[in-house]
Nanobody, 127 residues
Framework: QVQMVESGGGEVQAGGSLRLSCTASGLTFSSYAVGWFRQIPGKEREGVGCISHGGATTVYADPVKGRFTISRDNAKSTLYLQMNSLKPEDTAMYFC????????????????????WGQGTQVAVSS
């Protein structure tokens, strides 16, 4: 049984930082590209970024470029999202998702292409 569990969410003031983690089990983590997504109530889930299976390649959505960094530790089956210079508009539920491909394709933001999802962790940024 595959499980992906996010942690590290919380409340922070604008300009602050948070680091989210996502720990996977029940799958060969190093064989999957992994993405971060976020969702605000009433809106569609949007891609934040994606990292290739070995961690060498990352891609980010424009709103977070230069502020967010995705990394992974395959020995620990764990994915990270370092979020700096947080803005109120970053407030959302954040999800990790694994996709059975080595690399992040041009369609990395297509939610339907991901095989496994976590339950989410809430991030709230106050102004």
């Amino acid at each position: 049984q595959v499980q992906m569990v996010e942690s590290g969410g919380g409340e922070v003031q604008a300009g602050g930082s948070l680091r989210l983690s996502c720990t996977a089990s029940g799958l060969t983590f190093s064989s999957y590209a992994v993405g971060w997504f976020r969702q605000i109530p009433g809106k569609e889930r949007e891609g934040v970024g994606c990292i290739s299976h070995g961690g060498a390649t990352t891609v980010y959505a424009d709103p977070v470029k230069g502020r967010f960094t995705i990394s992974r530790d395959n020995a620990k089956s764990t994915l990270y999202l370092q979020m700096n210079s947080l803005k109120p508009e970053d407030t959302a539920m954040y999800f990790c998702a694994a996709r059975q491909t080595f690399y992040c394709p041009d369609s990395w933001q297509d939610r339907g292409r991901y095989n496994f999802w976590g339950q989410g962790t809430q991030v709230a940024v106050s102004s």
